[in-house]
């Protein structure tokens, strides 16, 4: 009896499985019709809890500047306003890693099968995109590191809201308070104004900090398969 060959993902016809799903009549296309499908409602599950946390940052930062300028409020309330929203950001950016394993799932079956499939004269675009995937399907584990997604939401989300709360608590400081210099307008019961003020900037400093990305997957180019900015 002749032995089998051994099955190698990488051999070239084992790689393009796009083209055998057009070409020839198996149920490879209806199973990898399911799995598309179920990715795609994974992703799209957790890009609805990234959504609903950055609406509840919005609302929730939106309606403490508002009291804070209602009347007769302390400037604290919106230094107050600013720490919720970095408890948000960390909820995000732990939801977001989550998201972006299905995010990258999606775009590897994108790029390397369905692509292939419509049109095979352009080939895959990663050789191993089958061993890769097999191996997240085995041992799934996060593409980007906290840090990383930390970053990417605080770029694209959080820094522009934080911003405007600076912004908000500056103008509050200076319109309640226009006969008296900056700092002292700016003091705490039991606080200085040149300390809050002083602590105020080394956080937006840190912020600032923290938003710079450190490396190519920080900036968007999530996973083994470098598809690209991430949303």
């Not at 995000?92 to 590897?108: K, L, N, P, Q, T």
Request: no cysteine; net charge negative; hydrophobic share 45%.
């Amino acid at each position: 009896m002749a032995e089998e060959p051994e099955f190698d993902p990488e051999a070239a016809e084992e790689r393009e499985i796009g083209r055998e799903m057009v070409d020839q009549s198996t149920g490879l296309g209806s199973v990898a019709a399911h799995l598309y499908r179920g990715e795609m409602e994974r992703t799209v599950e957790w890009r609805s809890r990234l959504d609903t946390t950055t609406n509840w940052a919005v609302t929730v930062m939106a309606a403490i500047v508002a009291y804070a300028f209602s009347g007769d409020v302390s400037h604290a309330v919106i230094l107050a306003g600013a720490i919720m929203g970095t408890v948000f950001l960390f909820i995000e950016a732990r939801r977001f890693r989550d998201y972006d394993i299905w995010r990258s799932r999606v775009r590897v079956l994108q790029e390397n099968l369905f692509a292939n499939a419509l049109d095979p004269s352009e080939g895959i675009e990663h050789d191993t995109w089958r061993a890769d995937l097999s191996e997240d399907y085995r041992d799934p584990v996060p593409k980007i590191s906290y840090r990383g997604a930390f970053s990417h939401r605080l770029r694209r989300v959080y820094l522009p809201l934080m911003t405007g709360v600076l912004l908000g608590w500056v103008f509050h400081v200076w319109a309640f308070n226009p006969d008296e210099p900056f700092l002292e307008s700016a003091g705490l019961p039991g606080v200085s104004g040149t300390v809050v003020v002083t602590a105020v900037a080394v956080f937006y400093l840190a912020l600032v900090v923290l938003a710079v990305p450190l490396s190519a997957k920080e900036r968007g180019e999530s996973g083994e398969a470098e598809h690209g900015d991430l949303e």
